[in-house]
């Protein structure tokens, strides 16, 4: 079977700070990784290829600039196969519709069988970009996937709903979005380490997908969306913070407050 | 497959409302409130799509009674349980034939899955999470822009906040999450238009197979509905520093736990009672933070809360800035004296 992972590298959000003068991120210094969800979706991959263990390969795509290049090589050095970056001037500014018209562009000339993506990146928070490159590909898809198992010619994926869960038998070709909790990725392997940074990362640019869909349709101008207006949260106005109380004064302070908004 | 909807041919401002187990959730009150104020911008109407298996009718009349003044129906067997597919293809056939201006989706596990595809299949832009939405009145950007649907949504964890359009598609589409949109007043006894559609669907749309529902208890409790969140966080400091917190959360009618991430990163507590941007977004009218610092991402599920206390012993930290009322202390003494305290407050109030 061949397995694509779609990946993407964002910035350690549990790391960025907030500057206190002008309220902006700082983003300076901030590291960037692999996407949880994607990592997990990653993890499964390896281990259905290792359970299978008939030769499935696993292969990692993302798109990004030339940077993004450094997820790729972590994700060879976990032990996928192959890896791809598609990055091109082209490709920039592209919303999630553009995005996934790309990447499944991308999908269609390495090939699949089964495409795992995560439920969704910490930066942009959409969770729009597996199920677009799932209908681009007219593939059935289960997204919210938290358990996986293997059968003899299906998956059966546990789906997860707010208030309970699916078991779904799904046949490959097929997309999966992985949620964090879908598998524990494991570390990078040593020896993979110094083999991940010799090996060769494929690059795709716009010129090898052009053909696959309507270049009017993707990047900046070809995104159905387009961002108008960018704001940091106007700051709230400031509410009081009571120091050096006692148990009953602090006790009392809430109290008073609960009574008033009749909350008790 | 694409289609393209004109924009002068597109009115109305449909919901597609969020079913599960057979009941029409919150969620699509919420977004028939917020439809409702677009609509009479537009001067067009609101229009709630309800898909669903045998009994789905029953859900006709809460719908009616929340302010929406037309109904459709989409009824057949194989739309009992959520499956992509059917769903999708259901949607997309009345998109094509009813030519709506604007559609809401709740950007739940549900709305998340369905609207991305949706939106591709038709080709149309898709605006995930809003916290706002609003008709442009011709000031903002561009004069043309007049009439378009301005999408507010948060970025990075919520402190930058972007606004979308999508100037060149229709319908405009857009996710907006459970308990960002206040609840209308429900009017009992309201009317309205009900319309039945026919889905178009075959049996080959279900190309998956659901094998097993499997009903969780402990994922039961939606803390998005809550009146009060009594929310635990670092300072709590194991599964047991939530024991004082359920206690005191009793004390409040429609008070629940909730949890900052480190406390469910640490399985202390379970994942659907995590408030923030990987969480959920609650706006409860209590929410008291005990022992959480405030990282960004948990403050953006929680910042439109109606009044917030902060129990911390850390007070410069930001969720002590965000708080109505911050109390500088140890949250392991006040909680429990707090909850003895409402205790005797209650009794002193029987007559």
């Not at chain 1, 300076?28 to 281990?47: F, M, R, W, Y």
């Amino acid at each position: 079977m061949r397995i694509v992972v779609c990946i993407k590298q964002v910035p350690d959000t549990a790391e960025v700070k907030l500057d206190p003068v002008t309220n902006n991120l700082i983003r300076d210094g901030v590291p960037s990784i692999i996407n949880h969800d994607d990592k997990a979706g990653l993890e499964t991959a390896l281990q259905i290829r290792e359970q299978l263990n008939d030769g499935s390969t696993v292969t990692v795509i993302s798109m990004g600039p030339p940077q993004a290049d450094v997820a790729l090589r972590e994700a060879l050095a976990m032990g996928a196969d192959k890896a791809y970056l598609m990055s091109d001037r082209k490709f920039g500014g592209s919303d999630t519709y553009a995005t996934a018209t790309i990447i499944a562009a991308g999908l269609r000339k390495i090939g699949f069988d089964l495409v795992i993506t995560g439920r969704q990146a910490i930066d942009g928070d959409t969770a729009q970009v597996g199920p677009q490159i799932a209908e681009q590909l007219h593939l059935p898809q289960v997204t919210y996937a938290e358990e996986l198992t293997l059968e003899k010619d299906a998956i059966v994926v546990k789906r997860q709903f707010e208030d309970k869960a699916h078991m779904v038998r799904i046949k490959t070709p097929c997309l999966i979005t992985a949620l964090s909790e879908l598998s524990e990725p494991r570390y990078m392997n040593v020896g993979k380490i110094v083999d991940a940074y010799n090996s060769e990362v494929g690059i795709i640019t716009f010129e090898d997908v052009k053909d696959m869909f309507n270049p009017d349709w993707i990047g900046n101008q070809g995104s159905p969306t387009n961002v108008v207006k960018s704001f940091t949260k106007p700051a709230k106005t400031a509410g009081e913070v009571k120091t050096n109380l006692t148990v009953e004064q602090a006790v009392e302070a809430i109290m008073e407050k609960l009574i008033e908004r009749h909350l008790i | 497959m694409s289609i393209e909807i004109k924009k002068e041919e597109a009115k109305g401002v449909f919901v597609i409302a969020e079913q599960r187990s057979g009941v029409v959730q919150k969620v699509t009150m919420e977004l028939i409130g917020i439809a409702n104020k677009l609509a009479d911008d537009l001067g067009q109407e609101v229009y709630t799509v309800i898909l669903g298996g045998e009994g789905i009718e029953d859900q006709v009349q809460p719908c009616f009674e929340y302010g929406s003044k037309n109904v459709i129906l989409i009824k057949d067997p194989m739309l009992k349980e959520f499956v992509t597919e059917p769903y999708v293809k259901a949607i997309y056939n009345l998109i094509a034939e009813k030519k709506p201006n604007i559609v809401l989706f709740g950007a739940s596990s549900i709305g998340r899955d369905v609207a991305p595809r949706v939106a591709g299949r038709i080709h149309t832009g898709l605006t995930a999470d809003c916290t706002g939405l609003a008709i442009d009145d011709g000031t903002n950007a561009k004069p043309e822009d007049k009439g378009l649907l301005r999408m507010t949504r948060p970025a990075f964890g919520g402190n930058i906040m972007a606004t979308i359009l999508i100037r060149n598609y229709r319908p405009q589409m857009a996710t907006v999450r459970p308990g960002v949109m206040p609840l209308p007043e429900r009017q009992k006894g309201a009317t309205g238009n009900l319309i039945e559609f026919d889905p178009q669907l075959t049996p080959e749309d279900m190309n998956v197979e659901i094998v097993e529902v499997v009903e969780d208890a402990k994922k039961a409790v939606d803390i998005t509905n809550a009146k009060v969140l009594i929310s635990g966080g670092r300072g709590v400091g194991g599964p047991e520093g939530y024991e004082p917190l359920r206690e005191l959360a009793k004390e409040f009618k429609g008070g629940e736990v909730s949890s900052s991430r480190i406390g469910v990163d640490n399985g202390w507590i379970e994942k659907s009672r995590q408030v923030g941007q990987t969480g959920k977004t609650v706006r409860p009218d209590l929410y008291m933070a005990c022992g959480i610092s405030g990282a960004i991402q948990h403050l953006a599920g929680m910042e439109d809360s109606e009044y917030i206390i902060a129990i911390n012993k850390d007070e410069s930290c930001p969720m002590m800035q965000l708080a109505d009322l911050g109390v500088v202390g140890d949250l392991h003494k006040i909680v429990p004296a707090l909850t003895e305290a409402i205790k005797a407050y209650k009794q002193s109030q029987e007559v």
